[in-house]
């Protein structure tokens, strides 16, 4: 049988925003429990006390979420160069046979010039093409006879190499995102590989995205 205690733990860990604020004193204790009161009394099939609920939040341990930020705060002081990128386009299109042949047209015609912008995604049902906007009639001439699924001009990307331990430790790219998603920075397109990630915004967003990752590493 799940206790209260098991059952507000379960349910604030949900939301990695307010168990952070939690842990910070940013929000009333109390409030939340009568927030979160229908849930747990839903969850364990009985009345709960919001002085139960308060309890129980109170008993919860930052232990393992700080020492999880710690290394994570280590980590970012630790991130290398930060490249951007502006006049950007984004491509999404329906995956198909022909499609993938297609792609590597604009692969070739990418290394012909170093200063191209390219990158290309592949989904289960769709692909996602990032290049630089001098490469879009390219583009759209080549997969002309493709599903276009969505487009969007005028994107600007900021690239971030991490370190090697990235992969070794939880929450790195939450605790990047994190930063954006409270500053209300939309977010086009997140890629990756092994110890790089880039990060396309709109255009209009790219100065506060760069200020919030170099406050990041400096601080």
């Given at each position: 049988?799940?206790?209260i ?7 604030i ?14 929000i ?5 429990a ?7 009394s839903?969850t ?6 919001v002085?139960?609920?308060m ?38 299109f329906k ?18 010039n170093s200063?191209y912008?390219?990158?290309v ?14 490469l879009?009639p390219?583009?759209e ?10 487009s ?10 991490l ?10 790219y939450?605790?990047?995102?994190k ?11 997140v ?12 255009e ?12 990041m590493?400096?601080?």
């Amino acid at each position: 049988m799940k206790t209260i205690q098991e059952v507000v733990e379960k349910t604030i860990r949900k939301t990695p925003f307010i168990e952070e604020a939690l842990n910070e004193k940013l929000i009333n204790v109390s409030s939340l429990a009568r927030l979160i009161l229908p849930d747990v009394s839903r969850t364990l099939k009985k009345e709960v006390k919001v002085g139960a609920v308060m309890m129980a939040i109170n008993r919860i341990s930052p232990a393992s979420e700080l020492r999880i930020r710690k290394n994570i705060k280590r980590l970012a002081l630790d991130l290398g160069d930060v490249i951007v990128r502006s006049d950007l386009c984004d491509f999404t299109f329906k995956n198909t046979r022909s499609l993938f042949r297609e792609i590597a047209k604009i692969l070739t015609k990418s290394a012909e010039n170093s200063d191209y912008f390219l990158t290309v995604s592949q989904g289960i049902f769709e692909t996602n093409i990032v290049t630089s906007k001098n490469l879009r009639p390219f583009v759209e001439d080549i997969f002309e006879n493709e599903i276009l699924i969505n487009s969007v001009l005028e994107l600007a990307s900021i690239t971030i190499k991490l370190p090697k331990e990235n992969q070794e430790q939880s929450g790195i790219y939450y605790f990047i995102l994190k930063q954006l998603a409270w500053a209300d920075i939309s977010l086009q397109e997140v890629i990756s590989t092994t110890n790089e990630m880039t990060i396309v915004v709109k255009e209009e967003d790219i100065n506060q995205t760069f200020a919030i990752l170099m406050d990041m590493k400096l601080t």
